[in-house]
């Protein structure tokens, strides 16, 4: 900014004395083009920055770390409910932490079906209570949210990112408006491109973000039809492994709503590439996993990835969660901070 005043004025200053040196003018118009790219660059529109509470709040990103460490180091498998939970709060709504909300009458966001398998909202409360106590009324409870989503994936084993910060809380949370924004694990590709789309992410970030099944656990009942009772004569999906389909099957009986199955049998308290391997080779748990081979873009993705321990994946999950965090983000003066987060002030 600083840089490109004193540049503008240097450019008035050559148009007037024509006595500027040469390379001066291509260095101080190489500075107006950069802030001309960052300032009308759509995604940094949005009033968000890494760093938003470097002032304001300096200890934040450290006192969430601190907390998420504490928490994993006694139950690393909430590291997935924390994951999930960024995604679930940014595709309703956008990341405004409405996700968070109660509703006395039990209709908001978190009451309704998609989101009955979620956990872990004590653990945004006590990450919440000891920001507040650092820095009252400052930090909004959709940035911890998304804080604590990088910092679950570092825990694992995975590679962090720099997560922007600056949004503010939502005050509406409308359990019906998860119909139609989230994804369901029966979903088929074009649903799945589209639903991305619609949200702003790419067909890259669909395939990428799908790698947060690395981590975590599913119920029974999210694939159950794949092993019994897939088009509602009693068959299977044949693309699921059939090897793999018999190991399900001693796991999860038929209509099994509570079993808990690993997504990532074997390494599903890590962040690595093994969900890629897994897909490619038919034992993608729900059909939204097995559908990503239907594409070309995204098989490719998924084949780039199997079976290499440092692939590209690892830096580009961050640069995908960064896209997402950006989904219709409330920042500026609207919305609020909440001081708790299931409620609004
Ligand atoms: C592409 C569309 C997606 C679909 C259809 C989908 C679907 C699901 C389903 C059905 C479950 C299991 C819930 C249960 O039965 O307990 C699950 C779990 C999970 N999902 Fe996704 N998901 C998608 C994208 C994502 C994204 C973008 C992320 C984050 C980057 C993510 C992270 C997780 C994690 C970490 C779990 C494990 C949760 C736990 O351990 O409790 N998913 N997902
Ligand atoms: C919740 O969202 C649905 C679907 O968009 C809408 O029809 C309904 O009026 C909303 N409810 C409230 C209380 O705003
Ligand atoms: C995908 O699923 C949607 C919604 O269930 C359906 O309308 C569409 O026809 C399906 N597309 C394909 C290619 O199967
Ligand atoms: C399989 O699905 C069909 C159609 O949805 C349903 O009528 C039938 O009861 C189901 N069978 C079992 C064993 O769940
Ligand atoms: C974690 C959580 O709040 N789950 C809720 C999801 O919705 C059901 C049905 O309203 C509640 O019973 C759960 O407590």
Same mark, same amino acid.
Request: with cysteine.
């Given at each position: 900014?600083?840089?490109?005043? =004193?540049?503008?004025?240097?450019?008035i200053?050559?148009?007037?004395?024509?006595?500027?040196?040469?390379?001066?003018l291509?260095?101080?118009?190489?500075?107006?083009f950069t802030? /001309?790219?960052?300032?009308?660059?759509p995604?940094?529109?949005?009033? %968000?920055?890494?760093?938003?509470?470097?002032?304001?709040?300096?200890?934040?990103?450290?006192?969430?770390?601190d907390?998420?460490?504490?928490?994993?180091?006694?139950?690393?498998? /909430?590291?997935?409910?924390?994951l999930?939970?960024?995604?679930?709060?940014?595709?309703?709504?956008?990341?405004?932490?409405?996700?968070? %909300?109660? @509703?006395?009458?039990? =209709?908001?966001e978190?009451? &309704?079906?998609?989101? =009955?398998?979620?956990?872990?909202?004590?653990?945004i409360? !006590?990450?919440?209570?000891?920001?507040?106590? &650092?820095?009252?009324?400052?930090? @909004?409870? &959709?940035?911890i949210?998304a804080?604590?989503?990088?910092?679950v994936?570092?825990e %694992?084993?995975?590679?962090?990112?720099?997560?922007? #910060?600056?949004?503010?809380d939502?005050?509406?949370?409308?359990?019906?408006?998860?119909?139609?924004?989230?994804?369901?694990p029966?979903a088929?590709?074009?649903?799945?491109?589209?639903?991305?789309a619609?949200?702003?992410?790419?067909?890259k970030?669909?395939?990428?973000? @799908?790698?947060?099944?690395?981590?975590g656990?599913s119920?029974?009942?999210?694939f159950?039809?794949?092993?019994?009772n897939?088009?509602?004569?009693?068959?299977?999906?044949?693309?699921?492994?059939?090897?793999?389909m018999?190991?399900?099957k001693?796991?999860c009986?038929p209509?099994?709503?509570? #079993?808990?199955?690993?997504?990532?049998?074997?390494?599903?308290?890590?962040?690595?590439?093994?969900?890629?391997? /897994?897909?490619s080779?038919?034992?993608?748990l729900?059909?939204?996993?097995?559908?990503?081979?239907?594409?070309?873009e995204? !098989?490719d993705?998924?084949l780039?990835?199997a079976?290499?321990?440092?692939g590209?994946?690892?830096?580009?999950?961050?640069?995908?969660?960064?896209?997402?965090?950006?989904?219709?983000?409330?920042?500026?003066k609207?919305?609020?901070?909440?001081?708790?987060?299931?409620?609004?002030?």
């Amino acid at each position: 900014m600083f840089k490109s005043c =004193q540049c503008r004025i240097l450019i008035i200053f050559k148009i007037m004395m024509n006595n500027m040196s040469t390379s001066k003018l291509f260095l101080c118009l190489f500075y107006q083009f950069t802030f /001309l790219v960052f300032a009308f660059n759509p995604a940094n529109a949005q009033g %968000l920055k890494v760093g938003f509470y470097a002032k304001s709040c300096p200890k934040a990103e450290a006192v969430v770390k601190d907390v998420i460490h504490q928490v994993m180091s006694v139950a690393p498998s /909430l590291g997935g409910p924390l994951l999930r939970m960024h995604f679930h709060d940014c595709f309703v709504r956008g990341c405004d932490g409405s996700l968070l %909300l109660d @509703s006395p009458t039990k =209709q908001a966001e978190k009451d &309704a079906i998609p989101n =009955q398998t979620l956990r872990g909202y004590q653990i945004i409360d !006590r990450v919440k209570t000891a920001v507040e106590k &650092a820095c009252p009324g400052v930090v @909004s409870c &959709a940035d911890i949210v998304a804080l604590v989503a990088r910092d679950v994936v570092v825990e %694992l084993r995975g590679l962090s990112w720099d997560v922007e #910060t600056g949004r503010r809380d939502g005050r509406i949370s409308n359990g019906t408006e998860t119909f139609g924004n989230l994804i369901g694990p029966t979903a088929n590709i074009s649903t799945l491109v589209n639903g991305f789309a619609r949200k702003g992410l790419s067909v890259k970030d669909l395939v990428v973000l @799908s790698g947060g099944h690395t981590i975590g656990t599913s119920h029974c009942s999210s694939f159950n039809e794949r092993l019994y009772n897939f088009t509602g004569k009693g068959d299977a999906d044949p693309r699921l492994d059939s090897e793999y389909m018999e190991k399900l099957k001693l796991k999860c009986k038929p209509g099994d709503q509570k #079993t808990l199955v690993e997504m990532d049998p074997g390494s599903f308290k890590t962040v690595d590439e093994s969900y890629f391997t /897994l897909v490619s080779k038919r034992r993608g748990l729900f059909q939204s996993d097995a559908a990503l081979l239907e594409n070309k873009e995204t !098989r490719d993705y998924i084949l780039s990835q199997a079976g290499k321990s440092f692939g590209s994946f690892f830096k580009d999950f961050g640069v995908s969660m960064v896209n997402m965090g950006r989904i219709d983000v409330v920042t500026g003066k609207s919305g609020e901070i909440r001081k708790v987060c299931s409620r609004v002030n």
